[in-house]
């Protein structure tokens, strides 16, 4: 079973940065992807970054620029810098892991930006 610890979320004011973390546990041999989302109240889930297998990467167009998503395959943890936030940044997020066609959640860790 693999499971997914997130850490990192917080309260920052306008044009502040976080960095999310997730790291995975468990029986792991092969990650295809692994990304992360978000949800703000009232909406519906959303993409924010991907980051492949082979290292390539997708974001939101509304983070470009500003979220730089990463991986550390020796630890099986990928992160998220977050640097210039809005409030509109203000969601519960989630990490999200593909592997070998199976995905995984992380219990989802709150980011709040506002002054």
């Known amino acids: 079973q693999v499971q997914l610890v997130e850490s990192g979320g917080g309260l920052v004011q306008p044009g502040g940065s976080l960095r999310l973390s997730c790291a995975a546990s468990g029986s792991i041999f092969s990650i295809n992807r692994m990304g992360w989302y978000r949800q703000a109240p009232g909406k519906q889930r959303e993409l924010v970054a991907v980051?492949?297998?082979?290292?390539?990467?997708n974001y939101a167009d509304s983070v470009k620029g500003r979220f730089t998503i990463s991986r550390d395959n020796a630890k099986n943890t990928v992160y998220l810098q977050m640097n210039s936030l809005k409030p509109e940044d203000t969601a519960v997020y989630y990490c999200?892991?593909?592997?070998?066609?199976?995905?995984?959640w992380g219990q989802g860790t709150q980011v709040t930006v506002s002054s």
């Open positions: 980051i492949f297998s082979g290292g390539s990467t």
């Open positions: 999200n892991f593909l592997v070998q066609l199976n995905s995984y």
